[in-house]
């Protein structure tokens, strides 16, 4: 669907996903390698209870083998086009990780997904983290629209949506399966104007 304002036309290729962007305050997004699978699935193993509340995969993550086929599947469809993942790593070490979960080149949309550890929430990391991949994905990618979707009682998440100045869209039903139960979402976005007018 044309937008109006004349912005659709002769849309030029996409410029490329970076590999590692810096936030900021010792905190980097970094592609992995297989090399760091053992560091991730640590980080993980750690908080596995906290991450439980709101990832659906934690059952699926058992050993540092499963965490290299994981991240050996991020880096096949980082070079497919379709997704992008990074660790956030503070000061040199992993604390999370952050990823586009879905792109959808034809329409210049993304959207995002991340987790952190425990002990490193209440910090801003993952605000600061989201607000360069935006600058990113914007200024230098090309994308049009970014798009953030957080259980409806999470509100860690969509506080962090509400932060960034994203726009509360709607609500979906029945979402995500979440181990023994259906979970709806709030799906916030913003676009590549609004996120420049904001700055």
């Known amino acids: 669907m044309p937008t109006g304002d004349g912005s659709d036309v ?6 490329e996903i970076a590999l590692s962007l ?18 991730l699935f640590a980080v993980i193993d750690a908080n596995r209870a906290h991450l439980r509340a709101w990832l659906p995969w934690l059952d699926g993550t058992n050993s540092v083998e499963d965490e290299v086929g994981f991240l050996q599947m991020c880096a096949d469809e980082r070079a ?5 993942f990074w660790i956030i790593r503070e000061n040199g070490s ?3 990780t952050m990823s586009l979960n879905w792109i959808d080149a034809q329409n210049r949309g993304c959207g995002v997904g991340y987790w952190l550890s425990k002990d490193c929430e209440g910090r801003g990391i993952v605000t600061r983290s989201c607000s360069r991949l935006m600058d990113h994905v914007f200024d230098d990618v090309g994308m049009r629209r970014f798009v953030l979707e957080a259980a409806l009682d999470n509100h860690g998440s969509r506080a962090v949506a509400e932060r960034l100045g994203m726009r509360l869209e ?12 259906w979970i709806n979402a709030a799906l916030y976005a913003i676009t590549a104007p609004e996120w420049k007018a904001r700055r």
């Not at 002769?10 to 410029?15: K, V």
């Open 170 to 181: 709607g609500e979906t039903r029945d979402r995500e399966w979440l181990y023994d139960r």
């Open 80 to 84: 497919a086009g379709s997704t992008a």
């Open 94 to 96: 992993a604390v999370g």
């Open 10 to 15: 002769g849309l030029g290729p996409m410029g």
């Open 22 to 39: 810096d936030v900021g305050g010792g905190v980097t997004l970094e592609a992995p390698t297989l090399d760091d699978a053992a560091e």
